[in-house]
């Protein structure tokens, strides 16, 4: 394969851009696109940490993720009972990705959640998610840090989330909704700017893969990321 149906190359991802303070009540927010798939992100600050969390004198970060109604090509019902095992497990992976480069210790007693909507799905949408979740927490941060609540920046570093797959048995890096349905191995790769893996979740739908593919994916998700950090970099420059 030297093109995928889209037009792009193997080791190329989807166009990508972040537009910031689209959610003028929110502390933080930007809405992330990649390629057809685009996210609304929103971090809210409020006092107060959960009881749990009461005696740490630290704060908390967490994330809820949630689909519309047609984002995708079929309408998929509200989830008015409580989020199902798979929205659960986005909005922890969220969770965990965002508390892995915050110091909740610079917090002060303090709550943010990130809220993730799906507006368009074509593949992808917890990682964009992600992705578009750390700019929005660091505008959340900034403005604590504006309005005295904190001394510092509580945000280590940035974080980023990015697919890869095997389709046709070539390794490609940001799958959309089509390569992704027909992948024969499918990974998500979250990591830092400094090169630390946060999480690794991959899968082969078929028969299992050799660790020589498992190296090549994540070396062509690595460069994925690198991309995206610098995607979020260009978008905080200008809040």
């Not at 969390?53 to 993720?65: I, K, M, N, Q």
């Not at 995708?72 to 969770?95: F, N």
């Not at 989330?161 to 992948?183: H, N």
Request: net charge negative; hydrophobic share 40%; with cysteine.
């Amino acid at each position: 394969m030297t093109q995928r149906h889209d037009g792009r190359r193997p080791d190329q991802g989807r166009p990508v851009s972040i537009d910031t303070g689209v959610a003028p009540y929110a502390e933080g927010s930007c809405i992330i696109a990649t390629g057809q798939t685009r996210v609304l992100c929103t971090a809210s600050v409020v006092a107060g940490v959960p009881a749990w969390r009461e005696r740490s004198g630290a704060g908390w970060v967490t994330a809820e993720y949630a689909m519309l109604p047609r984002a995708t090509h079929t309408r998929t019902s509200r989830e008015r009972s409580g989020p199902k095992g798979r929205t659960q497990e986005i909005q922890r992976l969220i969770g965990r990705s965002l508390r892995s480069v915050t110091d909740m210790g610079a917090m002060g007693q303090h709550t943010i959640t990130v809220d993730c909507d799906v507006l368009q799905a074509d593949g992808g949408t917890r990682t964009a998610s992600i992705t578009g979740a750390c700019v929005a927490l660091e505008l959340a941060l900034r403005w604590m840090l504006h309005e005295g609540m904190v001394v510092r920046s509580p945000m280590k570093e940035k974080v980023a989330a990015v697919s890869v797959g095997l389709v046709d048995g070539v390794a490609c890096l940001d799958l959309d909704y089509r390569e992704d349905s027909a992948a024969q191995v499918d990974m998500n790769l979250v990591a830092t700017e400094s090169g630390g893996l946060v999480e690794v979740q991959g899968t082969a739908e078929g028969d299992p893969f050799p660790r020589r593919d498992l190296d090549a994916l994540m070396d062509l998700g690595m460069s994925g990321i690198e991309a995206l950090l610098a995607a979020q970099a260009r978008a905080l420059s200008g809040s």
